[in-house]
């Protein structure tokens, strides 16, 4: 079945930073990629996602990256703001559902 | 408010009692998935209704639980005789139902979770 990692756990960066994030699937068949913000004590919200006929996506600040070849994708957020401090979750679509990586705290200080 | 909603929020039992949690989705999405999520780590999926139809559980999902959703609207999820290791955010999403149904790729809609504490 898919496996999805996640790297970093933890990334702390100073406003206006940009910050990556990276994970790697096991399915080649995998064909949608979303990434989700989750902020303490609040529901998984979807802020952006990618799926296998593009190499790329940008919705202002974020953009996502895909290399179907190397199996891996990514989260780059330009302009880093104290309120995108969250919890990034990527996902990878298997086999009738949606498998989510370990997750990245994202620590943006002012 | 339009979006996905789960009863209760939060849930307190003892080990050994039966808990039951609600979720309404969003208005005409016919796709509907249960989630848990524990501390530190990513939601796991449990299993998804196309609508009344349950079409795929996990392993995770033991004998203790039981998902419903029997109009194609809300759905009910059951644990008995909950453990200690049930402790977890229980999660709820619902998706529009475009697409293949082998592998989802319309967007989850999250609700906000009942948290289950068993004592």
């Known amino acids: 079945g898919e496996n999805v990692e996640q790297h970093p756990s933890t990334l702390s960066v100073q406003e206006g930073d940009s910050a990556v994030i990276k994970c790697t699937y096991s399915?080649?068949?995998?064909?949608?990629f979303p990434w989700y913000k989750q902020e303490l004590g609040k529901r998984p919200q979807l802020i952006i996602d990618?799926?296998?006929?593009?190499g790329e996506k940008k919705d202002q600040r974020i953009a996502v990256t895909l290399n179907k070849t190397a199996k891996h994708f990514s989260l780059h957020i330009t302009e880093t703001q104290p309120e995108d401090s969250a919890v990034y979750f990527c996902?990878?679509?298997?086999?009738?559902?949606?498998?989510f990586g370990t997750g990245t705290r994202l620590l943006v200080s002012p | 408010d339009t979006g996905v909603s789960q009863n209760p929020r939060h849930k307190i039992t003892k080990r050994g009692q039966n808990v039951t949690f609600r979720c309404d989705p969003i208005?005409?999405?016919?796709?509907l998935y249960w989630y848990r999520q524990t501390l530190g780590q990513g939601p796991e999926f449990l299993t998804y209704?196309?609508?009344?139809?349950?079409?795929?559980k996990s392993r995770l999902l033991s004998d203790r639980f039981s998902a419903e959703r029997p109009k194609g609207s809300f759905s009910t999820l059951e644990i008995q005789r909950t453990e200690q290791g049930d402790s977890a955010m229980y999660l709820c999403?619902?998706?529009?139902?475009?697409?293949?149904?082998?592998?989802?790729?319309?967007?989850?809609?999250f609700g906000p979770g009942t948290r289950l504490t068993v004592l």
């Open positions: 999403a619902s998706s529009p139902g475009t697409g293949g149904v082998l592998r989802i790729t319309d967007t989850q809609y």
């Open positions: 399915d080649s068949a995998s064909n949608y």
């Open positions: 990618i799926r296998s006929n593009v």
């Open positions: 996902a990878a679509v298997g086999f009738q559902k949606l498998v």
């Open positions: 208005s005409e999405h016919n796709r």
């Open positions: 209704f196309q609508n009344e139809a349950q079409l795929e």
